[in-house]
């Protein structure tokens, strides 16, 4: 049993708790815990007494996740919906840390649902003096585990200096655009094999250490809500045939029809076929059944494009919404609201 790694037999709880567990399994071990009574497996009284200090410890996964500074940056949220992120899987706290050649990965948290991905590292040198900028990258490869790739973009540097000041310590992100979203749940191994120097543009530098930090992480949908809208709206003088709306509370999806976002394309003299933007519909803001307006103000465009003759637009929300508060979508200059039925 003294052989056995216990780190690795409790890994998707919180650190406290599985801190909590090792100390119980550990006061097993010595005599200070006392064992159930007439059991006869020790590793059954073992696992029964875990799960004791498990429960003892936690209300829930939502009442325990403590979510990081950054993430909270990235994704701005009160404490009521982080913590409804976590219970609906939208946000999740990781624990695995890797440290080689003198330096330390950790991932900390993911953020995701069915349209987009973040994930969240902290890459710390044992060397004090060594400064990590912004202009460091690292060497990063992605495996699906014999899956398809469900990204049609994937993003991911160290932050920058105004997010961060310059030290021997940095955050490093992962963002991605899901191509096409998925029933079931896939793992992604990442494997970081260097920290590399500032580079020329777009070009990696040398490397400053080399090493083997690989990471298992889970993409997971979530299912949005729809709303079949099929209704005409004014948006910035012209008539826009609006067929759904999807969200969820970190992002939305916009579907209109082909004939009213061509008038809204004349009007802003823009050309959709060469990647141009409607600036009519940019997502800037939604309404709550209470009256209360959340504007946009650095939304993300993820895709936007056509689907079988319709505009389709997705995008990630910088504010968390309360989905089911949601009365209409707000777009344009204007504000133009498209009101839910």
């Known amino acids: 049993m003294k052989n056995r790694n216990w780190n690795y037999e409790f890994p998707e709880v919180p650190e406290h708790v599985h801190q909590?567990?090792?100390s119980t399994l550990a006061g097993l071990e010595d005599g200070k815990v006392k064992r159930v009574k007439r059991m006869k497996k020790g590793k059954i009284a073992i696992l029964i007494a875990a799960a004791v200090a498990v429960l003892g410890t936690t209300v829930s996964a939502a009442e325990i996740f403590k979510w990081n500074k950054r993430a909270a940056e990235v994704f701005v949220a009160d404490e009521a919906q982080q913590k409804e992120l976590v219970t609906e899987q939208i946000a999740r706290e990781e624990y695995q840390t890797i440290s080689d050649a003198g330096l330390t990965i950790r991932a900390i948290q993911t953020i995701q649902d069915n349209n987009c991905f973040y994930a969240l590292f902290e890459i710390t040198a044992e060397d004090e003096g060594m400064q990590i900028t912004e202009n460091h990258?690292?060497?990063?490869?992605f495996d699906y585990q014999g899956d398809e790739n469900p990204f049609c973009v994937l993003e991911w540097g160290f932050v920058g200096e105004r997010q961060q000041t310059v030290s021997n310590s940095r955050y490093f992100e992962i963002t991605g655009t899901k191509a096409e979203p998925g029933q079931e749940d896939l793992n992604m191994k990442i494997q970081f094999s260097s920290l590399n120097a500032p580079g020329a543009k777009a070009v990696d530098g040398e490397p400053v250490l080399e090493g083997n930090w690989e990471f298992l992480l889970n993409l997971h949908t979530t299912a949005p809500v729809r709303y079949e809208i099929n209704k005409e709206y004014q948006i910035a003088d012209c008539a826009v045939m609006v067929k759904a709306v999807e969200l969820t509370p970190i992002s939305v999806k916009l579907v209109c029809d082909m004939e009213g976002v061509r008038l809204l394309e004349k009007q802003e003299g823009v050309n959709l076929d060469q990647a141009d933007q409607l600036s009519s519909l940019f997502i800037n803001g939604i309404k709550y059944q209470d009256g209360t307006v959340v504007e946009e103000e650095g939304y993300q465009e993820l895709q936007v494009g056509w689907e079988d003759d319709m505009y389709t637009k997705t995008a990630r929300l910088t504010n968390v919404i309360d989905v089911e508060k949601v009365s209409a979508l707000l777009v344009g200059?204007?504000?133009?609201?498209?009101?839910?039925?």
């Open 333 to 341: 200059e204007n504000m133009d609201e498209i009101v839910f039925p």
């Open 137 to 141: 990258s690292m060497g990063v490869l």
């Open 20 to 22: 909590t567990v090792l």
